[in-house]
């Protein structure tokens, strides 16, 4: 579906991060690294750590606990501040669950079967999926639309979700005559560290439901584990570092390493081959651990500080409710009225 975007309100980003296990390299370059960039070039944003989509999957109440102030206590760790920027948690703005039925009737069940994470995630037996797991793409867009976001820093992953954002805000505004009431989000997706894959499969992106340990660099790994995972991952048996970005062609788990230098470090592929093309894994290997547990460490001891202590956590996601909600808040009063329900 497509629509002239006369969307003219300010340019607002939103993203959030499930509290479901442990934060990889993958999370921290695909998203906050670039949520901090973003808050750093000026940006509004607005950051959520949405436990409404964690509990589209079993999980444990007191794990969810912990889970929440780990993602919020990354978010801080990471750059982004909760003077500066809003952090919070999904389930303390209500805005998210009233839009999102909302959004179900606007959205079509076609456009949700064709979403290929439902499909990985339910597994062969879908059926016994739950239904939050198949709406998780509603509520995303209600999450994003709840703030009239603009612009929406995801990996790659999330582009099919995001489509659908885009489709769920150009029909609300077609169905309700409203038109630019909501604008149509665009993706900051581009970039080094979109696609992060995993350690012992180039093909298969870095995922924290993988059951393969190693498959992962994890947000709270000390720096000898660091070591020992970037030392065992996969490479090929084509040879050495290629001289080219060419040579990356054919040799997933190869690319997949200079990407994750190149992101760590702020240059291209082809500044990082130009250091180490023709040069052995035994030399490049302990050169990108040094440089992931240089990025990393501060990262990890701020995290550990903050969870020590939760109390600056809890202080900085109730005083983010407060904001996200004051934005919020307005725009739903405004969606009722759209909508034509009954008001006093
Ligand atoms: N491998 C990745 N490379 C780059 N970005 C990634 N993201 C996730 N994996 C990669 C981005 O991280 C943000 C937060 O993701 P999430 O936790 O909300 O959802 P997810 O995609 O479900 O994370 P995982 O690790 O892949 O979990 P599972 O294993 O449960 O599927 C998003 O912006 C996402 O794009």
């Not at 000026?42 to 950051?47: A, C, F, L, P």
């Not at 093309?277 to 500080?305: C, N, Y």
Request: contains cysteine; glycine residues 8%; negative net charge.
């Amino acid at each position: 579906m497509t629509e002239e975007a006369t969307y003219s309100g300010p340019n607002r980003i939103f993203s959030g991060i499930q509290p479901t296990g442990n934060l990889h390299l993958g999370n921290y370059l695909g998203a906050l690294k670039k949520f901090t960039d973003l808050q750093n070039e000026g940006w509004e944003g607005i950051y959520c750590v949405v436990d409404l989509h964690a509990i589209t999957m079993p999980v444990e109440p007191a794990a969810l606990q912990d889970q929440t102030r780990q993602i919020a206590a990354a978010m801080m760790a990471a750059g982004l501040d909760p003077d500066t920027s809003t952090i919070f948690v999904q389930s303390s703005v209500r805005a998210h669950t009233e839009l999102t039925w909302i959004f179900n009737c606007v959205a079509r069940m076609g456009w949700l079967e064709k979403m290929t994470q439902f499909k990985d995630k339910s597994g062969k037996d879908s059926e016994r999926a739950s239904v939050g797991l198949f709406d998780y793409p509603v509520l995303q867009a209600a999450d994003i639309l709840a703030y009239k976001a603009t612009h929406v820093p995801v990996g790659e992953d999330q582009k099919q979700h995001l489509e659908l954002s885009r489709n769920i805000a150009a029909r609300f505004n077609q169905q309700f005559d409203a038109p630019g009431f909501f604008p149509l989000p665009e993706g900051l997706i581009e970039g080094p560290g979109a696609r992060i894959m995993s350690l012992k499969d180039g093909t298969k992106k870095m995922s924290k439901s993988d059951p393969a340990e190693n498959s992962r660099i994890n947000l709270i790994d000390d720096a000898d584990t660091i070591a020992r995972k970037i030392k065992k991952s996969k490479t090929d048996t084509h040879g050495d570092m290629p001289e080219t970005v060419e040579g990356l062609e054919g040799r997933p788990e190869v690319a997949n390493l200079v990407g994750i230098y190149a992101a760590l470090s702020g240059q291209s592929d082809e500044q990082v081959l130009a250091e180490f093309g023709g040069k052995g894994f035994g030399t490049f290997k302990p050169a990108l651990a040094d440089l992931a547990v240089d990025h990393l460490s501060p990262i990890t001891q701020k995290m550990r500080e903050l969870l020590d202590d939760p109390a600056e956590i809890d202080a900085a996601l109730r005083k983010g409710a407060e904001k996200a909600n004051a934005v919020a808040e307005p725009i739903i009063e405004e969606v009722r009225r759209v909508v034509g329900f009954w008001q006093a």
